[in-house]
Nanobody, 124 residues
Framework: QVRLVESGGGLVQAGGSLRLSCAASGRTFSNYVMGWFRQPPGTGKEREFVAFITGIGANAVYVDSVKGRFTISGDIAKNAWYLQMNSLKPEDTAVYYC???????????????WGQGTQVTVSS
């Protein structure tokens, strides 16, 4: 059974940094795509794409709002991937989810496996 577990969320002041981790178990994902999504607070807010990386790390894609501030990376040997978040802004506040897909995509519906989420709160 595939299981994804996020960690590393927390409360940070604007301008600060956090590093999120996602540990996968149940199978190897060397040929999959590892993604990060986030869901801002508020009723009805949809889960939005943040970044993904291919299993071999050959390609990383980011949403425009995080380019230059966030970096996604992966460790296939550990079945884990990470999201380094620098220069955080209050608008980055959200529950962050890691997910796995079979092909590169930015739509949440295309991802097969999801973690439970980790809260990131950025104070102004």
């Amino acid at each position: 059974q595939v299981r994804l577990v996020e960690s590393g969320g927390g409360l940070v002041q604007a301008g600060g940094s956090l590093r999120l981790s996602c540990a996968a178990s149940g199978r190897t994902f060397s040929n999959y795509v590892m993604g990060w999504f986030r869901q801002p607070p508020g009723t009805g807010k949809e889960r939005e794409f943040v970044a993904f990386i291919t299993g071999i790390g050959a390609n990383a894609v980011y949403v425009d709002s995080v380019k230059g501030r966030f970096t996604i990376s992966g460790d296939i040997a550990k079945n884990a991937w990470y999201l380094q978040m620098n220069s955080l802004k209050p608008e980055d506040t959200a529950v962050y989810y890691c997910a796995i897909a079979r092909a590169p995509m930015t739509t949440a519906s295309g991802y097969d496996y999801w973690g439970q989420g980790t809260q990131v709160t950025v104070s102004s």
